[in-house]
């Protein structure tokens, strides 16, 4: 997600980028997904607005493509006492679940959000405005001879490095969220599991468990969207914040009994 402090009181701006940058297409406000949807037909100049940041100070609405999120508190992380159960005594899969106790709470301002990731024509739209070609990784592994895979313009953007995302952030006017900003937009004012509520539904999030096991556009579960409209906040593609991975207040290391004579300590490097 990406994000950006505005001219107006207490309101952040943001989008989404997620291992690469997240978008802005469709208009959720910020109840249930009634959104404005854009048609893929979209002239260049509409592009543009979706990817750019514009918006009036003296009016704090949403700029085109995001949300408002409302602030409030958001509970962050997982119990200690869930460690076991979450990672099914996978010691790679505890170490990681352990890196997110405890769990707290933690207040945030209301801020905006992309509704979506960014998509491979917004990133087109930035190399275009910029005047670059796409880097070798893309070419080589997303992009095959610089071009976006037919049919893939709205899906989402991935493959491109930190550095790429500070200069589309940049250039858009916006900023990754931090954690506990994603985490507000994706659970909303409860402790839901998921960001659609309590309950696990495979037909509404693309996961690893799909056939065929690769992103989609970032508008084909809207069924799956969070309490605010923001859709893939579970799924698809894994997304940056601009939060350092830093241990929680209170962490302490989780030891795990591998067996009657073995015990390892799990912390996260």
């Known amino acids: 997600m990406l994000a950006h402090l505005a001219a107006f009181t207490s309101v952040f701006l943001g989008v989404s980028v997620l291992a690469a940058g997240q978008s802005t297409r469709g208009l959720p406000q910020p109840r249930p997904v009634q959104a404005e949807q854009q048609t893929r037909t979209n002239t260049t100049s509409d592009l543009n607005k979706e990817v750019r940041l514009n918006t009036d100070p003296d009016n704090p609405q949403p700029p085109y493509g995001m949300v408002l999120i409302p602030g409030g508190e958001v509970v962050i992380g997982t119990e200690v006492d869930r460690v076991e159960r979450l990672g099914q005594k996978d010691q790679f899969n505890m170490t990681v679940i352990t890196a997110e106790t405890p769990r707290h709470t933690a207040t945030v301002e209301q801020f905006f959000l992309d509704a979506t990731e960014v998509t491979n024509l917004q990133w087109r739209v930035f190399l275009d405005a910029m005047g670059r070609e796409p880097s070798e990784l893309l070419i080589q592994w997303g992009w095959p001879g610089g071009e976006i895979p037919e ?119």
Do not use: H
């Open 151 to 269: 049919g893939q313009e709205y899906f989402p953007i991935s493959l491109v490095s930190l550095p790429e995302i500070e200069e589309f952030l940049a250039w858009s006017g916006k900023r990754l969220p931090t954690e506990i900003e994603w985490t507000r937009a994706a659970r909303g004012d409860d402790d839901r599991a998921y960001p659609w509520g309590e309950k696990w539904n495979s037909k509404i999030v693309a996961y690893g468990g799909r056939s065929p096991n690769m992103p989609v556009a970032v508008d084909d579960f809207e069924a799956g969207a969070s309490p605010y409209g923001v859709l893939n906040m579970s799924g698809n593609l894994w997304e940056w914040t601009d939060t350092p991975f830093t241990p929680f207040e209170g962490f302490e290391p989780y030891e795990f009994k591998m067996s009657k004579k073995e015990r390892i300590q799990l912390q996260p490097e």
